[in-house]
């Protein structure tokens, strides 16, 4: 059940990459995102930002499958723990930014991404 749930966290970290795509590309999708500030797309800096977000997210879901467990943990069990808590500081980004859209939508995906990432970790594999 652990890998599973894992994999759910990991799919939820590839939507947030294809989001993250979307917007540097220049999709405008400026006010679901970084604080809601840029109507339409984002700028340049938001664009870098968002070109950051990539490779953490997918180090994150890579991280909570394999302290799942999966193919034999092939990181150590402490970047799940990197990767909980990235998602945790995350989340609470998401509830106090001042964009509602940001809020009612990254809101309870974060939330949820964190409650998949601390099952895994509290569980194991």
């Not at 059940?1 to 939820?12: C, D, E, G, N």
């Not at 993250?20 to 340049?44: C, D, K, N, S, Y």
């Amino acid at each position: 059940m652990t890998v599973q749930i894992a994999h759910l966290y990991a799919l939820l970290c590839l939507g947030v990459v294809g989001f993250q795509f979307a917007l540097i590309a220049g999709a405008p999708l400026g006010p679901w995102t970084q604080g809601g500030r840029h109507e339409g797309a984002l700028p340049v800096s938001g664009r870098l930002l968002a070109a950051l977000s990539v490779p953490v997210l997918v180090f994150m879901g890579l991280a909570i499958v394999s302290a799942a467990g999966f193919a034999g943990g092939f990181w150590p069990r402490w970047t799940g723990w990197v990767a909980l808590a990235v998602s945790s500081a995350s989340c609470v980004l998401n509830w106090i930014t001042p964009s509602a859209r940001e809020r009612a939508v990254w809101g309870p995906v974060t939330l949820i991404m964190v409650a998949l990432a601390g099952y895994v970790m509290a569980v194991g594999p």
